[in-house]
Structure formats: structure tokens, C-alpha cells
């Protein structure tokens, strides 16, 4: 969707290093939530953020909603193998009635 | 609680065909969702329901109906099976914001091939 983008679409990483991923609203969020999805399997929920600024972690997987409450990022420290996947960002909008969208998704691979 | 659940699992259908994909939730969940998703993409809403007899269109609804007769139930069907329709289909529920729990909850999604 044009009101919700991701960055990057694919990413290859050596273990090890720390990576970002982006997602930018073109309106404000209500709430924006991020999850996992290994290759062929469903969704595994990460964290959801809804307060500007908020700072959330997971293990080594921490994300942060900007002041604004337009852009997310999501951050990995030392990914390891089992990092390997696809991250989607959704996002809950004011006045939409429940309608919740979803980012293209950022593929990311971990080389051992 | 079992969750969201889905059935089937696959599909293999002939263009033209029809046929219904069945979702539940057990959680009392008032939002429920239809998502597709193509190989190496992310997800696209098809419909989505704010609680029983309400529906409404998501950014993919052409050629789906869906249906909320009761909190628990939300079919997606498709008319006039196309091969665009060849996806995985996910659905999804999460309670009101005003609850304080703010996780979506997903089923295990169902792989459709239309031939």
C-alpha cells in the first residue's frame, strides 16, 4: 500500500552485524505493529507501538515509534541465523473504522 | 483457546470454480480480517469485519464476498475462480483498543492454487 512503506524490500546481512528496517506512514498512526514470518509459516507477533517515541524490545529486536507517530524502525543486534525471514509492519489508523494494512514486507537473510 | 483457525489448509481449484474459505475465532474478538499474500510480498486486505452484520472493503476486494453472521465466523468466498487468485490467504482478529491487549492474531493461512 502507497500509505505505508517499507525499506528496505531485501536485505543480506553477515551474522554478527546489526541491521534496520523502516516503515513510513504517509498519516498518522494510531498503532503500528510489526511481526515475523519464517518462509512459508505464519505470523509471529513481535511488539505493537502506540505511543510516540515508544521504545519496545524482544530479545534482541528493538523498535521505536517516532514523536510524530509516522515512522517505525526496527532494529537487530548481532543477527544470528534464526533472524532469517520476513518482517512486516502494519498499521492502525485513526478514524478507519479497525482497518489494519500491511507494509510490502523486508526479506532478510543471515549469513553464518 | 484454539485461536484463529482456517480450513483447508490447500486448495487446488479449476478456473470458474467457487468455493469457501472458513475462519474462526474463539476469543470473542469483535475485528476480524482476510489478508492475501503473494510469493515474496507482504500482505493485502481483502475485507475486514468490525463486529457481526458488519463488513467492509479492504485494498484487494474484487472477485471475494465475505460474510459475519456471528462474532466467531467470517467466510471469505470467491466467485469465478481466477489464476490471480493463486495466494496464500490469512485471517486474522484482534480485540477492541480499549481492551489493552493489542496483538492480532492470525491462523495458519490457507494455500490456494487455481488452474
Known amino acids: 500500500s502507497q500509505e505505508l512503506e517499507q525499506s528496505p524490500q531485501s536485505l543480506i546481512v553477515q551474522e554478527g552485524k546489526n541491521l534496520t528496517i523502516n516503515c513510513t506512514s504517509s498519516k498518522t498512526l494510531y498503532g503500528l505493529y510489526w511481526y515475523k514470518q519464517k518462509y512459508g509459516e505464519g505470523l509471529i507477533f513481535l511488539m505493537m507501538?502506540?505511543?510516540?517515541?515508544e521504545e519496545k524490545s524482544h530479545e534482541k529486536i528493538t523498535a521505536k515509534l517516532d514523536e510524530k507517530k509516522q515512522q517505525s524502525s526496527l532494529h537487530i543486534t548481532a543477527s544470528q541465523p534464526s533472524h532469517a525471514g520476513i518482517y512486516l509492519c502494519?498499521?492502525?489508523?485513526?478514524?478507519?473504522?479497525?482497518?489494519?494494512?500491511f507494509g510490502q514486507g523486508t526479506e532478510l537473510s543471515v549469513k553464518p | 483457546n484454539a485461536g484463529v483457525t482456517q480450513t483447508p489448509k490447500f486448495r487446488i481449484l479449476k478456473i470458474g470454480q467457487s468455493m469457501t474459505l472458513q475462519c474462526t475465532q474463539d476469543m470473542n474478538h469483535n475485528y476480524m480480517y482476510w489478508y492475501r499474500q503473494d510469493p515474496g510480498m507482504g500482505l493485502k486486505l481483502i475485507y475486514y469485519?468490525?463486529?457481526?452484520?458488519?463488513?467492509d472493503k479492504g485494498e484487494v476486494p474484487n472477485g471475494y464476498n465475505v460474510s459475519r453472521s456471528t462474532t466467531e465466523d467470517f467466510p471469505l468466498r470467491l466467485e469465478l475462480a481466477a489464476p490471480s487468485q493463486t495466494s496464500v490467504y490469512f485471517c486474522?482478529?484482534?480485540?477492541?483498543?480499549?481492551?489493552?491487549?493489542?496483538?492480532?492474531?492470525f491462523g495458519p493461512g490457507t494455500r490456494l492454487t487455481v488452474l
Open positions: 469485519s468490525v463486529g457481526a452484520g458488519i463488513t
Open positions: 507501538l502506540q505511543k510516540g517515541g
Open positions: 486474522a482478529s484482534r480485540p477492541p483498543r480499549t481492551s489493552g491487549f493489542n496483538e492480532q492474531f
Open positions: 502494519g498499521a492502525d489508523y485513526y478514524n478507519q473504522g479497525g482497518k489494519l494494512i
